[in-house]
């Protein structure tokens, strides 16, 4: 057990920290403190000493140094149960320091701040602050250290419990807390620096992130998960209403939200394990809605709904006729909220504005690595397309086959879609060989009664062989968009114009792994 008779305090949050240090007051411990803590504490008249009394040395460089000195660190550090640090310590007059109340400058929300300099995020790198955390952290088994006030009222508890002792566990667990937020300080000072230079990849990289909740389970109900955001971004994934989150929950949430938000107002797209099922846009949510499930309302059934839009009544009671996880949307009218409430078990998830919440890099964790890049957010435009067979496309084959090419890209590859101006007809998804979902793609359209006559077919990488195009041509398609690059572009090109097709090139691939 550690008791506790001399305690330093220096906060930048300031939550609750006159209550504890009345309670430490009251209970016989001496406190020292610093700068703007000292001036709280007297203020509030707890009786506490100044850090440069303590030391017998003035605090210096406008507050830089003042608790950066022997008689700190050797108070925090010196190992009480070791008699050679005792003596060293007495012979030094270094009193212990039992208990570190400590919490940092508020580098963040000083640099999120718009006109934020570089001199005003310098000056808020906390240096005193985190050298006594990690000593008072490192010698854990004589010192309690707290940088949480939500660990104030636990600490006060235990020692009400233990008569003025905490035990060493409790110590420990602190400690590791500490460890947690140091390193998260650090990793957004770093951050910052890299970003102030545009390193997007430096040699060494750390990321710093928040726990916001603990879901349900993960990819299974057999695996646990929690979601974090990360310290810079605050998550805007806070659901309305309905069931606790799952692991696959958020990635599909994730996934709806990204295809409706890089598609036209109004855009709706309707996720099932990771792949858009239907995506559409019309005049309003509702059409779109309608649009997008005549795609395939089979897989529908039980997806995630995208909408670039609000949701108003209408669209809201035409969802809700069969059972959906969730909806994620810029809004819900208060109307529609009273018909999902019918509903409880349907998430809601709100993001106010989806073109300002889309996030640049795309993380994928490997078991010995992490995998970075930027997201694929690249859209073509229709100058840039290159006409490669001989029959010419239209104003509107045009829009058509941009539509195509413009939902392909959040498809699984290797990657098919059948569209007209404004819906998809038919996916084929995930397949290992293109042909196939050439195929897939056109069966999944009969299966509900679409025709894929005449339709826009986009297809996320290049064709390898010419027997995607003759499948695509007995189906009735009538124009496809690709990237282009095969070795065998010539005689893809040739079966095109056999079938009086028309082809462009994008020059851009689009997988989706």
Same mark, same amino acid.
């Given at each position: 057990?550690?008791?506790?008779?001399?305690?330093l305090?220096?906060?930048?949050?300031?939550?609750?920290i006159?209550e504890?240090?009345?309670f430490?007051?009251e209970n016989?411990?001496?406190?020292?403190s610093t700068?703007?803590?000292?001036? &709280?504490?007297?203020?509030?008249?707890?009786?506490?000493?100044?850090?440069d009394d303590?030391t017998?040395?003035?605090?210096?460089?406008?507050g830089?140094?003042?608790t950066?000195?022997?008689?700190?660190?050797g108070g925090l550090l010196?190992?009480?149960?070791?008699?050679?640090?005792?003596k060293q310590?007495?012979?030094n007059?270094i009193?212990?320091?039992?208990?570190?109340?400590?919490?940092?400058?508020?580098?963040?929300?000083?640099?999120q701040?718009?006109d934020?300099s570089?001199e005003?995020?310098i000056e808020?790198?906390d240096?005193g602050?985190p050298?006594?955390?990690?000593?008072?952290?490192k010698n854990?088994?004589?010192?309690v250290?707290l940088?949480?006030p939500?660990?104030y =009222?636990?600490?006060?508890e235990e020692?009400k419990?233990n =008569?003025?002792k905490i035990s060493?566990?409790?110590?420990?667990q602190y400690?590791?807390k500490?460890?947690?937020?140091?390193?998260?300080?650090?990793?957004?000072?770093s951050?910052?620096f890299?970003k102030?230079?545009d390193?997007k990849?430096?040699?060494?990289?750390?990321?710093?992130?928040?726990?916001?909740?603990k879901?349900r389970?993960?990819?299974n109900?057999?695996?646990?998960? &929690?979601?974090?955001e990360?310290i810079f971004?605050?998550? =805007?994934f806070?659901?309305?209403?309905g069931?606790?989150?799952s692991?696959n929950?958020?990635l599909d949430? $994730?996934?709806?939200?990204?295809v409706?938000?890089?598609?036209?107002?109004?855009?709706?797209?309707?996720?099932?394990h990771l792949n858009?099922?239907?995506?559409?846009f019309?005049?309003?949510?509702?059409e779109s809605?309608?649009?997008?499930?005549k795609t395939?309302?089979?897989s529908?059934?039980?997806?995630?709904?995208?909408?670039?839009g609000?949701v108003?009544?209408?669209?809201a009671e035409e969802?809700t006729?069969?059972?959906?996880?969730?909806?994620i949307?810029e809004?819900?009218?208060?109307e529609?909220?009273?018909i999902?409430s019918?509903?409880?078990?349907?998430r809601l998830?709100p993001? &106010?504005k989806?073109d $300002?919440?889309?996030?640049?890099l795309d993380?994928?964790?490997?078991h010995?690595?992490l995998?970075i890049?930027n997201?694929?957010?690249d859209?073509?435009?229709?100058?840039?397309l290159?006409?490669?067979?001989k029959?010419?496309p239209? $104003?509107?084959?045009?829009e058509?086959l941009?539509?195509?090419?413009n939902?392909?890209k959040?498809?699984?590859?290797n990657a098919?879609?059948?569209?007209?101006?404004?819906?998809?007809?038919?996916i084929g998804?995930?397949?290992m060989?293109?042909?196939?979902?050439?195929?897939?793609?056109?069966?999944?359209?009969?299966k509900?009664?679409?025709?894929?006559?005449?339709?826009y077919?986009?297809?996320?990488? #290049? #064709?390898? #062989?010419r027997?995607?195009?003759?499948?695509?041509?007995?189906?009735g398609?009538?124009?496809i968009?690709?990237?282009?690059?095969?070795i065998k572009d010539?005689e893809?090109?040739?079966?095109a114009?056999?079938?009086?097709?028309?082809?462009?090139?994008?020059?851009m691939?689009?997988?989706?792994?």
């Open positions: 057990m550690i008791e506790i008779k001399r305690a305090v220096s906060v930048s949050d300031k939550s609750g006159t504890i240090c009345s430490l007051s016989g411990v001496e406190i020292l700068g703007g803590t000292y001036d &709280a504490l007297s203020k509030a008249g707890i009786p506490v000493r100044k850090v303590f017998g040395f003035p605090e210096i460089l406008h830089r140094v003042k950066l000195h022997p008689k700190i660190h010196g190992d009480t149960t070791n008699p050679d640090h005792v310590m007495k012979e007059g009193s212990p320091i039992e208990l570190v109340i400590v919490n940092l400058y508020p580098f963040v929300k000083t640099v701040k718009p934020c570089l005003d995020a808020n790198i240096i602050g050298s006594m955390l990690r000593s008072a952290a854990h088994k004589n010192v250290v940088t949480d939500n660990d =009222q636990p600490f006060t020692w419990k =008569q003025g060493k566990e409790t110590a420990f400690a590791a500490v460890f947690a937020e140091t390193a998260s300080y650090d990793t957004a000072i951050t910052y890299n102030k230079l390193i990849y430096p040699d060494k990289i750390s990321f710093a992130f928040t726990k916001k909740q879901l389970y993960g990819e109900p057999h695996q646990d998960a &929690a979601f974090y990360p971004t605050k998550s =805007q806070e659901a309305l209403q069931k606790e989150l692991f929950n958020m949430f $994730d996934a709806a939200f990204h409706a938000s890089l598609l036209p107002k109004n855009a709706v797209s309707i996720v099932k858009p099922c239907g995506i559409a019309g005049d309003t949510v509702l809605f309608e649009l997008a499930r395939d309302p089979i529908a059934f039980g997806g995630i709904i995208g909408i670039h609000k108003e009544k209408d669209a969802i006729k069969n059972f959906v996880e969730g909806v949307a809004g819900f009218s208060p529609a909220l009273e999902f019918k509903k409880p078990n349907i998830i993001i &106010a989806f $300002d919440a889309l996030d640049e993380l994928r964790s490997l010995h690595g995998l890049q997201r694929d957010y859209l073509i435009t229709k100058d840039k290159k006409v490669v067979s029959k010419k239209t $104003d509107d084959d045009l058509g941009m539509f195509a090419w939902c392909v959040f498809i699984k590859s098919i879609v059948y569209t007209d101006q404004n819906s998809t007809l038919g998804a995930g397949q060989s293109r042909v196939d979902s050439v195929e897939l793609g056109a069966v999944k359209a009969q509900v009664g679409l025709s894929v006559v005449g339709s077919v986009g297809s996320d990488a #290049f #064709f390898p #062989f027997d995607g195009i003759d499948a695509i041509a007995k189906v398609a009538k124009a968009i690709q990237p282009g690059g095969s010539e893809v090109i040739q079966a114009d056999e079938h009086g097709l028309i082809m462009v090139f994008t020059g691939r689009h997988f989706r792994h």
